[in-house]
C-alpha cells in the first residue's frame, strides 16, 4: 500500500474503509423499510439544511416584522418561538413544515406514516436545542428524529 493509498483511505472516513474491508451497511433506510432512492428514501442533508434555512429565514422574517420594532436582541428569542409553534404546528398535522414542502420532504412516523402530535412537539423541542440534530445515525437520522421516533423523507 503506497502513502496516498493510505492517506485516501483515512480521509474518506471509517465507513470506507469498513466497506473496503468488505462491511455491507446497507443504503440509509435499509434498516429502516425505506427505500434507497424516490419518494419515501431518506432526506439527503443538503436538502435538509436548505429546508431548515428557509423556515429559520421566515420565522425571522416573522420576529423582525411583526413582534418587534426592528431587529434587537429579542429578535431571536422571538424567531426561536415562532420556529417552534410552525414546526409542532405544521409537523404534527401536516407532517411538513414550509421550508420542508418546499424542498420535496416530509416528516414520518416510524412504521406509522403520521406524526403524532407529542412527537411533533419532542421533535422540535430537540431541534431548537440544535445538539441533537447535529448526531446522526448511519440512516441519517438526527438523533432528534430517533427520541421522537420520525423519519425525514423525500416526497
Known amino acids: 500500500m503506497d502513502k496516498r ?3 485516501g483511505s483515512w480521509l474518506s472516513g471509517p465507513r470506507a474503509a469498513a466497506e473496503e474491508a468488505g462491511v455491507d451497511f446497507g443504503y440509509r433506510g435499509e ?3 425505506l427505500p434507497e432512492e424516490g419518494p419515501g428514501s431518506i432526506a439527503r442533508p443538503g436538502r435538509r439544511l436548505g429546508a431548515l434555512a428557509v423556515d429559520w429565514g421566515l420565522c425571522l422574517l416573522i ?4 413582534v418587534t420594532d426592528g431587529y434587537d436582541h429579542s429578535t431571536g428569542n422571538w424567531a426561536l418561538l415562532i420556529f417552534l409553534a410552525l414546526g409542532v404546528l ?3 398535522t401536516l407532517g411538513f413544515t414550509p421550508g420542508k414542502r418546499l424542498f420535496g420532504l416530509r416528516v414520518v412516523g416510524e412504521g406509522t406514516g403520521r406524526v403524532h402530535p407529542g ?3 419532542l421533535r422540535t423541542v ?3 436545542v440544535a445538539v441533537p440534530a447535529l448526531v446522526w445515525d448511519r440512516d441519517g437520522r438526527g438523533l432528534h428524529d430517533r ?3 420520525t423519519v425525514e423523507v423525500r416526497i
Open 5 to 7: 493509498e493510505a492517506v
Open 31 to 33: 434498516r429502516l423499510g
Open 63 to 66: 420576529a423582525y416584522g411583526l
Open 90 to 92: 405544521t409537523v404534527g
Open 119 to 121: 412527537r411533533a412537539v
Open 126 to 128: 430537540l431541534l431548537c
Open 147 to 149: 427520541l421522537a421516533r
